[in-house]
Every structure is written in C-alpha cells, then in structure tokens.
C-alpha cells in the first residue's frame, strides 16, 4: 500500500481506485507506474483528460504521487486475458497507450518465453479486448528501436524504412509487436498508431538500465554508500537519446496526429557514445571516480550504433526534443540523489 496525503492506493482483484477525471478524452495507459507511463499520465492529467491505468499486483506506486488524484488506476496483468479484458471495459477508452511491456533486454535472454507472453501474447489480449469493446478507440502502440537490431553505417539514420535485424528475443518481441497491431488496423480497421522510440532517459529511471545504474551508483558514491568506482558495461555504444517527457509528449501527440498505420520513429537525430554520459555524470558528481568494466553488463550480442531519423514524426506532429541531454543526466541523477536520502517506500525502486 502507498499512501499520498492520507488516501491509499488499495487493490483487490476486480476492484479499480476512482479519482477526480477531467473533462477530456477518456485515456487508458498500459504501464502507467513505470517511467513513460508514470510521466504520460502526468501530461494527460494537467491537460484534463481522464486518465486510467492499469498496474500489476504489487507494483511500486510511487511514481504516481504526481496523478494521485486524478488517476484512476486497475489491477491487471497483461498475460491475464480476463482481467485485460476487464480494464478495457471498465476505463472503455478513447485512447489507449499501450506501453506495457518487459522492456529489459538482458531479460529477454535469460527469459525469452516470458518476454514474448508479455509483450506479444499480452497485446493480443489487449487488441482482442479493445477490438470488442472499444473498438473507436485510437491504439498508439510503443514501439522500439531494439526492432532494428543491426544497422551498417551506410545506413544511418535510421528511417521507418530501414528493415529488421533483431539482435535480441527482446526486439524480435517488438518487431511481433508492431506487426500484431498493424495487422489489427488492416483486418479490422482498428485505428493504430506505431511509434518506434529511440533510447529515451530521465527521472524514475529502473537502475536496471546502464544511464540510471551509473547515475544510482554515483549518488550512493556521493552519499558514501559505496566505493568511488564506477560500474559500466560497454562504453563504445553509440545511442540516440531524448528526454522521457519528450519523448511521452510525443506519444500523445502521435494520437492527436498520426494517421492510423503509419510508424514513426521518435528521436533526437544525434548519436552519442554511452561514454559521454559517463562523461557528464562525472562533471556532475560531487566526489571524483574511477571507471571499471564489469562483464555481467555486457550482452551477448549488442547494437553498436542506433541514431534515428524522425523526419516524418516531425512533420506529421511538430514534435521537436525540448530538454537538453545534459540536462536529462542532471535531472537523473538528482532524482537518484533524493531516493539515496530519503528510501523509496515499501514495493521496491519501479521500472
């Protein structure tokens, strides 16, 4: 249980938390406790739509302080196809962002049949769902560059054209992904939208991930928690980051303007080595470091370069990233600093 200003969040099987909605669109987000999720709610609540979520059993709450009031949040499971089923019907959405997913490629090797139930059996539970009851509903599904795998130089950057080299079962699972949810549109008429989303950072970050693990270990070296070495798997990966808010204004401007079957790569255009991160982090930091490889962080196979290209999002949305990646670093890692200070509450640290 989590408690903001005195009112919990509780859970029973069919039972969903009613709050306050706005006056908006009615909106359903799939992963709505993790970092995309958590901050998509936010820009759908302060633009007065009526926000619903659907959460795992146990799910860390803590990124909802923000929506509190406003949210409306279910207990589901993706590979439950009942309770899926019972979220649409109960949020009966206008919209749907479907962001749920296991997104830890590591994970996907040493799981890969839980991570394609979750990601490709779990949507079509959703889109079966959705396609009985709510089937008006405009369905952006949250794509990822991972689908690209392997990209020669010649072919940067990347365009919505460029075909799939999976290098993963994590990107395989994406790439089945994008194809189920199109294939809803031209058999049913369902109105998806793709959106394939470059590398994106920021505050509530899951320290699984390299940026936030270095960030993590930065600010419990700061705090002195820890020894003043730094942890770091493969530094030559060249990566194109946005900010997480960016990148989920994104998202919901894709609803607004997208037109249904189309994919679109969200991304800043700008590749930069993951050592330039560890660069910034180590202006930032308050105690000096050293650098060491751990190979438990490298995977068995890893994408080299990913820079996209996401000139026709551009044009088709007039999105643009606003938020400098210096700035992003910064905003992490102080995020990190104020969990290292004061311990997040019982459910543990959400993805």
């Known amino acids: 249980m989590w408690r903001a200003t005195g009112a919990p969040f509780t859970f029973s099987a069919a039972a969903c938390i009613y709050a306050l909605g706005g006056m908006g669109m009615r909106v359903l987000i799939t992963g709505v406790t993790g970092m995309a999720g958590s901050h998509l709610a936010e820009i759908l609540c302060t633009q007065g739509h009526e ?4 959460a ?3 799910s860390d709450l ?3 302080r923000a929506v509190f009031r406003c949210l409306h949040l279910c207990h589901y499971d993706l590979r439950d196809a009942a309770s899926v089923r019972a979220l649409v019907t109960a949020s009966h959405p206008e919209a749907v962002f479907h962001l749920a997913a296991q997104s830890y490629v590591p994970a996907s090797w040493t799981a890969p049949a839980e991570t394609m139930e979750t990601n490709v059996v779990g949507e079509v539970h959703l889109m079966e769902a959705i396609r009985e009851l709510a089937p008006l509903a405009t369905v952006q599904i949250a794509g990822s560059s991972e ?3 392997r990209v020669e130089p010649e072919e940067l950057p990347i365009t919505e054209r460029q075909p799939f080299r999976p290098l993963s079962p994590y990107g395989v699972s994406k790439v089945a992904q994008e194809l189920l949810g199109l294939q809803y549109h031209h058999a049913y008429g369902l109105r998806v939208i793709v959106t394939r989303a470059f590398n994106h950072e920021g505050p509530r970050r899951s320290a699984l991930f390299a940026p936030s693990a270095f960030a993590r270990q930065v600010a419990e070296m700061e705090a002195g ?3 003043a070495v730094l942890h770091v798997g493969n530094l030559d990966a060249v990566r194109d980051w946005t900010d997480v808010r960016d ?3 994104g998202y919901a401007l894709a609803v607004i303007h997208g037109r249904p079957g189309e994919v679109y790569n969200i991304a800043s255009g700008v590749g930069r ?6 660069d910034i982090l180590r202006l930032e930091a308050l105690v000096p470091f050293t650098v060491e490889v751990d190979p438990q962080r490298l995977r068995p196979a890893d994408v080299p370069r990913l820079v996209g290209d996401a000139s026709a999002f551009r044009a088709a949305t007039g999105w643009a990233p606003q938020i400098d990646f210096h700035q992003t670093v910064v905003d992490l890692l102080d995020w990190w600093r104020e969990r290292v ?3 997040a509450e019982p459910g543990g640290i959400g993805a």
């Open 51 to 54: 926000v619903w979520g659907g």
């Open 56 to 58: 795992r059993w146990r």
């Open 62 to 64: 803590s990124n909802l």
């Open 147 to 149: 689908a690209y795998g």
């Open 225 to 227: 928690l820890r020894p």
């Open 247 to 249: 990148v989920v204004r």
């Open 273 to 278: 080595r993951i050592s330039e991160l560890v």
């Open 341 to 343: 200070h004061s311990p």
